[in-house]
C-alpha cells in the first residue's frame, strides 16, 4: 500500500527523543515539517520549520505556517512514578495537562488544517502501563488512558477525513526516561523486564509513527499500537 509522496506535517515536541526522531524520519522520506517546542530546534534543514510555542499551555494554531496538514503528531508526554499515598493533586493535574489537555487543545486549533488535506493522519501517544497494570503508575497511567480514550473518540468523530491513532511504547531510552536509564546496571534491570530483553530506542518508536503518518496505512484508525518490547501481551 502506497504512502504519501510529500507531505506537510507537524511534529509537536521535536527538540528530542521520540519527536525529533520522527522529525527526521520525515524530512529524510522528502516530507515538509513543522517542528514545534518549548526549546526551539538550531538545526536548518530544507523543508523544515523550527517554532517555539508552549503546546502545553496555549492553542498552537500552525494557521499561519501551513495552508494543510496531511498529518499531526503529539509527542510532548510525562514520566512521574510515585505511590498512590504520594500522589498530589497539582501533580496529576499536570500531568494530565500535558500528555491529554495538550493534545486537545493542539488538534481543536488544527483541525481545519488537517481537514484540508484529502486524507489526514494523527498521532497520539499512550504508554504501557495503561493496558498492563505497573506500580507507581498512577498519575501517567490515568493521564494516558485519557489519550486512549480520546485516539477512539476522535477516529470515529473525524472519519473517514481524518485518521486517528496511538503508540503505547514501554521504557524507551530518551532524555525524559535519562533518570531511568542513568547507569548499566539499571539499563540492564530494564531490559529484563521485556521478553525481548532490551528497552526501546527513539528511532524503532519513530518507524512506526513514521508509517502511521505517512508511510501506507491509509486503512488504519482507531488503534492503540503496543510498541513494549513484548511487556504488554506476553511472559518470558
Not at 495552508?67 to 500522589?87: M, N, S
Not at 521504557?171 to 532490551?198: F, W
Request: glycine share 10%; net charge neutral; charged share 15%.
Amino acid at each position: 500500500m502506497p504512502g504519501i509522496e510529500r507531505g506537510n506535517f507537524a511534529v509537536i515536541g521535536d527538540s528530542g527523543g521520540i519527536g525529533e526522531a520522527i522529525r527526521n524520519q520525515l524530512i529524510k522520506e522528502g516530507h515538509d515539517v513543522i517542528g514545534v517546542s518549548r526549546k526551539g530546534v538550531s538545526e536548518q534543514i530544507a523543508g523544515y520549520q523550527s517554532l517555539v510555542f508552549d503546546a502545553v499551555a496555549h492553542q498552537c494554531d500552525l494557521s499561519n505556517f501551513a495552508e494543510q496538514l496531511d498529518g499531526l503528531v503529539y509527542c510532548p508526554g510525562t514520566i512521574r512514578l510515585k505511590p498512590l499515598k504520594g500522589v498530589k493533586r497539582e501533580q496529576a493535574f499536570e500531568d494530565f495537562e500535558v500528555n491529554a489537555w495538550g493534545a486537545v487543545q493542539t488538534l481543536q486549533a488544527n483541525a481545519k488544517l488537517l481537514q484540508k488535506a484529502p486524507t489526514a493522519s494523527v498521532v497520539l501517544f499512550s504508554t504501557v502501563a495503561v493496558q498492563t497494570g505497573m506500580p507507581y503508575h498512577t498519575s501517567i497511567a490515568m493521564a494516558k488512558g485519557a489519550v486512549e480514550g480520546l485516539t477512539r473518540t476522535l477516529a470515529a468523530e473525524w472519519s473517514p477525513s481524518i485518521r486517528v491513532n496511538a503508540i503505547a511504547p514501554s521504557l524507551t531510552d530518551t532524555p525524559l526516561a535519562a533518570s531511568m536509564l542513568s547507569t548499566d546496571a539499571k539499563i540492564q534491570a530494564a531490559a529484563e523486564r521485556h521478553p525481548l530483553k532490551t528497552v526501546g530506542n527513539a528511532n524503532s518508536i519513530a518507524s512506526l509513527a513514521t508509517w502511521l503518518l505517512a508511510g501506507g496505512s491509509e486503512f488504519v484508525t482507531g488503534q492503540v499500537y503496543a510498541a513494549d518490547g513484548g511487556m504488554g501481551s506476553i511472559r518470558k
